[in-house]
């Protein structure tokens, strides 16, 4: 896949556990979020997104946690299925310089591979 | 509603060869950013544009450029391809590009220079 090179972390879990995939994020400046879902020879998927003024927010099965002290994001999945296999990507957006919009750029994590066991 | 699409899915070129890569985002779309995926880099930003301009631009060389037509369709292009360059583009579209909007992406193209 893309991303065996990057010797990405790797979870799993038994179906119909609860999975927590983190994310540590470099930049202050950031103020939105989003968690992507990449499955093997398909383009990332939309999961949820959190603006920085907000530290939780709830999907349906998801919920993410923003901690902007420590600058971590956490991505939980209930229930967790089989069909939840697949990469899992934090991607933040940030003003950019000078106070100016980082017009359409995402800055990506390096990934979690999610590898649900029936 | 439509996705966002790419064409080709697949291509195998040479080294010295250029690319053209194509990009149709949601309807009523008219930011659309691309990206590189490789195994050593990951998800990387290669440029972005608007109402057929480019208003941002990544960390790539010159080799890599791109346009955007008036009906927000995209198309990026490589020339004088090397080896580093296979990967997987991906292109995503937004309504403005703006901050805090979501970027939903194509299937993408998988590129492969020999």
């Known amino acids: 896949g893309e991303n065996v090179g990057l010797h990405l972390p790797t979870l799993s879990v038994q179906e119909g556990d609860n999975s927590i995939i983190n994310c540590a994020y470099s930049?202050?400046?950031?103020?939105?979020f989003i968690w992507y879902k990449q499955e093997s020879g398909k383009g990332p998927q939309f999961i949820i997104d959190?603006?920085?003024?907000?530290d939780k927010r709830q999907g349906q099965r998801v919920t993410v946690l923003l901690n902007k002290t420590v600058k971590h994001l956490s991505l939980q999945i209930a229930a967790t299925q089989p069909g939840d296999s697949a990469v899992y990507f934090c991607a933040e957006n940030w003003r950019g310089d000078a106070g100016g919009t980082s017009y359409g750029k995402l800055t990506f994590g390096q990934g979690t591979i999610l590898t649900v066991h029936p | 509603k439509a996705g966002v699409t790419q064409t080709p899915r697949y291509l195998i070129k040479t080294r010295g060869q250029q690319v053209t890569l194509s990009c149709s985002p949601i309807?009523?779309?008219?930011?659309v950013s691309w990206y590189q995926q490789t195994p050593g880099q990951g998800l990387q930003f290669l440029f972005e544009y608007f109402s057929e301009t480019q208003r941002n631009k990544g960390n790539f060389p010159g080799r890599f450029s791109g346009r955007q037509f008036s009906n927000s369709r995209s198309e990026m292009n490589v020339s004088t391809l090397e080896l580093g360059d296979s990967a997987l583009y991906l292109c995503?579209?937004?309504?403005?590009?703006?901050?805090?909007?979501?970027?939903?992406f194509g299937p993408g193209t998988r590129l492969l220079v020999l």
């Open positions: 309807s009523g779309h008219r930011s």
């Open positions: 930049n202050s400046a950031s103020d939105y």
């Open positions: 995503a579209s937004s309504l403005a590009g703006t901050l805090q909007e979501t970027q939903y």
């Open positions: 959190i603006r920085s003024n907000m």
